[in-house]
């Protein structure tokens, strides 16, 4: 009886081992982890090369590309210089026969970027294509993060006719506003900073800032970005001991200045009390205080007002 009983269990060991094995056999091996190649076209693709691939002809092949693709990838020349393409104020510039009298723009080629390994994204290329038959002045032609040589030809054109202009259209695409706010941006960080831009220059690239942002200040993007450069350079040239001798206000500032914010900040390390004028510089742009319709509609009465009335342990 022992013995029948060990028969059984044996019986039904190599039974249970035969399923096994045959259920393992119908299952599909699991194709490998296809694998990521990162090329310098800035191309991504993902794929499958492995022989064994139970896919087989049916393999997945996903490609993703960016960038313009009116983009000529330029090398930058590390033997340019900026005084060499750039153009001052009220000097006139030609370029593919359309005249810009303004200045204040380079011109050239091969301007290394700030960084020095990219081409600058403002350089107007001479040699570069463009369609003065069919400008473009649209958007979507541009990119977020637009760069003259890799800017359609087409697109150039309508740059070059903003260039040409009073540059005060407030209908012309943000694009090419911000196409020239990048070659004067990076004269008052980058080449002012090598000493390369005098005192006259400077106050001059400064106030066609400040009158960029009184045009455009309908753009958040561009307010933000004009705002924060201005901010930065008052910074740069005052002092973190002593507050301003006038607190500092913009009606198309995001948030507070931050030459306001240094100011709150002195005082606030001294121990001494908001003088009314910074209170109220602070008040009315401060986006967590929600200015009444009253102060709103009489913003020279409210301001009389808050600073003249007296307030217990405040300085007047």
Same mark, same amino acid.
């Given at each position: 009886m022992e013995e029948f009983i060990w028969v059984i269990l044996l019986v039904g060991v190599v039974w249970l081992a035969a399923k096994r094995s045959k259920r393992k056999r119908s299952q599909p091996q699991r194709p490998e982890r296809a694998g990521i190649s990162t090329k310098s076209d800035h191309t991504v693709s993902r794929q499958n090369n492995s022989s064994d691939d139970t896919l087989g002809e049916y393999g997945i092949h996903v490609e993703v590309r960016y960038g313009n693709l009116h983009g000529i990838d330029l090398a930058p020349d590390p033997k340019v210089?900026?005084?060499?393409?750039?153009?001052?104020?009220?000097?006139?510039?030609?370029?593919?026969?359309?005249?810009?009298?303004?200045?204040? +723009?380079? #011109?050239?080629?091969?301007? /290394? !970027?700030?960084?020095?390994?990219?081409?600058?994204?403002?350089?107007?290329?001479?040699? +570069?294509? #463009?369609?003065?038959?069919? /400008? !473009?002045?649209?958007?979507?032609?541009?990119?977020?993060?637009?760069?003259?040589?890799?800017i359609s030809p087409e697109a150039r054109a309508g740059y070059l006719h903003f260039l040409a202009s009073d540059r005060g259209d407030p209908s012309v695409p943000m694009g090419f506003v911000f196409l020239y706010f990048y070659g004067l941006e990076r004269r008052l960080l980058v080449d002012n900073q090598a000493g390369e831009v005098s005192s006259a220059e400077y106050e001059d690239l400064i106030g066609e800032v400040q009158r960029l942002l009184s045009v455009y200040s309908h753009s958040n993007s561009f307010k933000g970005y004009a705002s924060h450069l201005l901010d930065y350079l008052a910074m740069a040239e005052s002092s973190f001991d002593t507050p301003s001798t006038t607190p500092v206000t913009r009606e198309r500032q995001n948030g507070l200045p931050s030459q306001l914010l240094v100011d709150l900040g002195i005082f606030s390390a001294s121990h001494q009390p908001i003088p009314a004028d910074w209170a109220y510089a602070w008040v009315i742009q401060d986006p967590q205080f929600r200015l009444r319709t009253a102060a709103e509609r009489c913003p020279d009465e409210f301001k009389a007002l808050f600073i003249h009335t007296p307030v217990s342990g405040a300085p007047r």
């Open positions: 210089t900026p005084q060499e393409c750039w153009v001052p104020a009220g000097q006139p510039a030609t370029v593919h026969g359309v005249t810009i009298p303004g200045g204040r +723009l380079f #011109v050239g080629r091969g301007l /290394p !970027a700030g960084e020095t390994y990219s081409i600058e994204p403002s350089l107007v290329d001479p040699d +570069l294509p #463009v369609n003065l038959k069919n /400008p !473009a002045n649209h958007e979507d032609t541009l990119g977020y993060w637009p760069q003259y040589h890799r």
